[in-house]
């Protein structure tokens, strides 16, 4: 994440795009979908309404209306993720992240491109041998929800961020500092992680054998009206 000088929403398209592609190059997602095609013998259920409808009402009686389960690389899950990968590629400002994202578009490019919202995302049953997905689905669904926290309860699965508070509380205080230092040389030399200052020297029979020993690493140093 160090190497992102972007805003927090291109680490989470990064981390989002970085784990599909990963993902999709070890397993790709092929689910029976379910299609409504008209053939000329019968598969799966007829579609009466339709049947009426579009083909016996014109002629086209031979030609039935049918309703069933296909196994498609072309289904429900792997279009959310391409119209997200489509909608994440033109947002993002990051050239790793649109390197992702082609890649990902690149593997989904047989898959039909059609609007998805938030609520189609409820509508994808995954495999349990496809259990690890479900990060990716779930960040389809932050961000087709145009949001970045879900409930627990829920079950939400994606990355945590931890972050160094010890760090965080330095840089504050060292910025503070920085900040509101005047140039009346109350404050000077102020420094952040600063080593070049030892504990103490080594002597052996009353001679002197090492001039610096333990190297100190303050979190913060400055010096005060000329005093350390």
């Given at each position: 994440l160090n190497s992102i000088k972007s805003n927090f929403f291109d680490i989470l398209i990064f981390i989002f795009a970085q784990y599909t592609r990963e993902s999709f190059s070890h397993c790709l997602l092929q689910a029976y979908d379910e299609v409504n095609n008209e053939l000329s013998f019968m598969k799966g259920r007829l579609d009466v309404n339709s049947y009426i409808t579009n083909n016996l009402s014109k002629g086209n009686w031979h030609k039935l209306s049918c309703?069933?389960?296909?196994?498609?690389?072309?289904?429900?899950?792997?279009?959310?993720?391409?119209?997200?990968?489509?909608?994440?590629?033109?947002?993002?400002?990051?050239?790793?992240?649109?390197?992702?994202?082609?890649e990902i578009l690149f593997i989904l490019d047989e898959v039909s491109d059609v609007f998805v919202t938030y609520e189609d995302c409820h509508k994808v049953k995954l495999n349990p041998l496809f259990e690890d997905f479900n990060i990716i689905l779930d960040y389809c669904k932050l961000f087709l929800a145009n949001s970045i926290t879900f409930s627990y309860k829920n079950q939400f699965k994606v990355f945590a961020f931890l972050l160094p508070m010890e760090y965080i509380f330095e840089d504050f205080f060292y910025g503070f500092f920085k900040k509101h230092q005047n140039g009346k040389g109350q404050i000077q030399n102020l420094s952040s992680q600063k080593s070049d200052l030892y504990l103490a020297k080594l002597y052996e029979n009353n001679s002197l054998v090492k001039n610096n020993v333990f190297n100190m690493k303050h979190d913060i140093y400055f010096e005060h009206l000329n005093r350390k």
């Open positions: 309703t069933y389960d296909s196994f498609e690389f072309d289904n429900h899950f792997n279009r959310i993720v391409k119209y997200v990968a489509k909608l994440l590629f033109r947002a993002t400002e990051s050239r790793e992240n649109k390197k992702l994202l082609s």
